[in-house]
């Protein structure tokens, strides 16, 4: 077979058994197996233990179980239920209050653990009711809590960024300080729609029929609850942006400051710390099943022609530069749809960073494009993995379909903000340039 036709049936083959449904993770594996046998030889299977070896021999990788346990510690010390009283005192009188509430607290959230599940599940627990209670339209509610907890792919910590900075072998701690403006940025892009929306739609937004209007007195004093979330944020992002220590290293001092943060409140348990553990262990095996499968996928795809047939075809395309590259950020918003953004990265970075390289884009600039597009595709309907993070969380009267209609409009930011990435670099670059 050519390459070409290679090309074709790994691809085909690929989406007919994700469409399915089957695990990502023995997807990848098995059809490396398979299609080393079929298109190579038995004996190149020593190709797929290599990788394996490769993968677990690397010391990057080290900072993600230590993030994990960072969010798992943080999400069972209830800081994030006295963050949310806090936003609710700022932000209860204005008009569309508890919207802008809930995407300032996902963006803190994302500074501390940068984990999408836990962002979108504890909004939906916490925010989405009270919203619901106050008359929010359920669609306003619904997708400002999809897109605003998603903002942890692009805000440090992030696990994605770390996997992505492993793959495409460039700075860890650069890739992580890079997406900083741009999360800011979209956050930002999020409450100013909602402020339009409580000014032009106010039917979507009613005002607060109690007139209750907290003091000055308890504003500053629930800021408190700042404290703690605000030190682990400076230990962890202070210390890669001021050089102290590398991102692995920042991971170990965020789960001190976390444990710290879960003593002060006398939530640290043996019983807690043991379900923390437990937890941390499921979601980074899961994470290195998936790396495992995908690095052996990525190997016989390259060995058997793919990676080399497909950049001769984006040469081929003879187009725009940045045609190409809206072509390969519309792949990414696809492939967000069916597969996580682990599996993602390490099927597509290793594939794209010739073309991008060959185009001469920057490499973290590119990266946090990628993160974007991804971001758009855990939103995007109908399998949007955010969509389905929220679903638990939904009262009964209200179905899928209103959480569709609600979130393309943050869709629709997602495309201005990263439109405004693409237009303007140096809102990526700045922030890496300056580190020292």
């Not at 210390?239 to 943060?261: D, H, K, M, Q």
């Amino acid at each position: 077979m050519s390459s070409t036709e290679i090309l074709i049936v790994m691809f085909g083959g690929l989406s007919v058994l994700l469409l399915a449904g089957l695990p990502v993770a023995f997807v990848l594996g098995g059809l490396s197996v398979l299609f080393t046998v079929i298109f190579w030889d038995a004996n190149a299977l020593v190709v797929l233990v290599l990788q394996i070896f490769d993968t677990m021999h690397s010391e990057a990788l080290l900072g993600i179980p230590l993030y994990i346990f960072m969010a798992m510690l943080l999400q069972r010390s209830n800081v994030i239920q006295d963050l949310y009283r806090a936003m609710e005192l700022w932000f209860g009188h204005v008009r569309g209050g508890l919207a802008i509430g809930t995407v300032v607290i996902c963006l803190v959230m994302a500074a501390m653990t940068g984990v999408v599940g836990a962002a979108v599940t504890a909004m939906g627990i916490l925010a989405l009711p009270e919203m619901l209670k106050r008359g929010y339209d359920p669609r306003l509610a619904s997708g400002t809590i999809c897109a605003s907890g998603t903002l942890g792919i692009l805000i440090p910590p992030s696990v994605l960024t770390i996997v992505y900075s492993v793959t495409a072998q460039v700075s860890i701690g650069k890739m992580l300080i890079a997406g900083i403006i741009p999360g800011v940025l979209l956050g930002s892009l999020y409450i100013g729609y909602i402020l339009v929306i409580g000014y032009f739609r106010p039917e979507m937004i009613p005002a607060r029929e109690d007139g209750f209007r907290a003091s000055w007195r308890e504003k500053f004093l629930s800021l408190k609850t700042l404290i703690l979330p605000s030190m682990i944020i400076i230990m962890v992002l202070g210390s890669i942006f001021l050089g102290i220590a590398t991102p692995t290293e920042a991971a170990a001092v965020g789960v001190f400051g976390a444990g710290i943060a879960a003593l002060l409140r006398g939530n640290l348990k043996f019983d807690m710390l043991q379900e923390c553990a437990k937890g941390t262990l499921k979601t980074t095996g899961m994470i290195l099943w998936i790396t495992l499968g995908a690095k052996a996928y990525v190997a016989i795809f390259t060995s058997l022609g793919g990676a080399d047939t497909l950049f001769q075809l984006l040469e081929g395309l003879d187009a725009n530069p940045y045609v190409v590259l809206a072509l390969m950020m519309l792949i990414l918003v696809f492939l967000g749809t069916v597969l996580d953004e682990i599996g993602i990265i390490l099927l597509t970075v290793p594939v794209f960073l010739p073309v991008v390289q060959f185009y001469g884009f920057d490499q973290i600039w590119f990266g946090v494009l990628f993160a974007l597009t991804i971001q758009m595709g855990y939103i995007s309907p109908p399998f949007g993995y955010t969509l389905f993070y929220i679903k638990g969380t939904l009262p009964k009267n209200i179905n899928m379909s209103v959480v569709y209609r609600g979130i393309l409009p943050f869709f629709l930011l997602q495309i201005v903000g990263l439109l405004i990435c693409v237009a303007l670099p140096d809102l990526i670059s700045w922030l890496p340039e300056h580190m020292k």
